[in-house]
């Protein structure tokens, strides 16, 4: 099957700094998405983005499907960033999110 | 528009019994998946639902496990004789359409088998 990889995984940062998180896939895709995981476990969606670049507020997110790879950014963060982000991908035609090992972040004040 | 809920969002079952966990998806959204998270192993899909429909089952263990989406209601996750290796969050998804679609998760129900 596809393999995600998600890198760096442990991330610490200052409150305040940028950061920037990448995910590269081994396969093409018709989907993919990012997501927070909270400290209470709830899984947050961030961005639906199969190719192009995406704004939200602090965060953003760019896909380069020809290169297979996503990259999330993270700017100004703060304590309510920390948490795991989830890269997940949709291999052609099988209708099923495959995540990758996600990205730990502690943000600290 | 309420998002995906699942109940309960945490149940205790002893080695054994039955487990049954609910998804409600989106109004509007006819496509239910089921995830499931274990502590060292990361999400992982289980199975992929429309209305009276297994469309991929996949990611199901062959044995205790099972899945329905009624016409009317909820869908169900089933888990039969409970084992300490079944305690993992189990995520519901649901997309407007299937293939290539946006899914939106709900909370997640926490299942811990004593």
């Known amino acids: 099957g596809i393999q995600v990889e998600q890198s760096p995984p442990d991330l610490i940062l200052q409150e305040g700094a940028n950061s920037t998180l990448r995910c590269n896939f081994s396969?093409?895709?018709?989907?993919l998405q990012w997501f927070h995981q909270n400290p209470w476990g709830q899984l947050i969606n961030l961005f639906y983005?199969?190719?192009g670049t995406k704004q939200n507020g602090r965060l953003s997110a760019t896909t380069v499907a020809t290169e297979r790879y996503s990259l999330l950014y993270i700017s100004s963060s703060q304590t309510t960033d920390s948490g795991v982000y989830f890269c997940a991908v949709e291999p052609g035609g099988n209708n099923r999110l495959a995540f990758g090992k996600g990205n730990q972040v502690v943000v600290i004040p | 528009n309420a998002g995906v809920m699942q109940n309960p969002r945490h149940l205790v079952r002893r080695r054994g019994q039955e487990a049954r966990l609910r998804c409600s998806p989106m109004?509007?959204?006819?496509?239910v998946y089921w995830y499931r998270q274990l502590p060292e192993e990361g999400l992982k899909f289980m199975v992929y639902l429309q209305k009276e429909n297994i469309i991929d089952e996949s990611g199901m263990p062959k044995e205790r496990f099972s899945a329905e989406f009624p016409k009317e209601g909820p869908s169900i996750l089933r888990i039969q004789q409970v084992v300490r290796g079944d305690s993992a969050a189990y995520f519901c998804?649901?997309?407007?359409?299937?293939?290539?679609?946006?899914?939106?998760f709900g909370p997640g129900t926490r299942l811990t088998v004593t």
């Open positions: 109004k509007g959204h006819s496509h």
């Open positions: 998804a649901s997309s407007p359409s299937g293939r290539f679609g946006e899914q939106y």
């Open positions: 396969d093409s895709v018709n989907n």
């Open positions: 983005i199969p190719s």
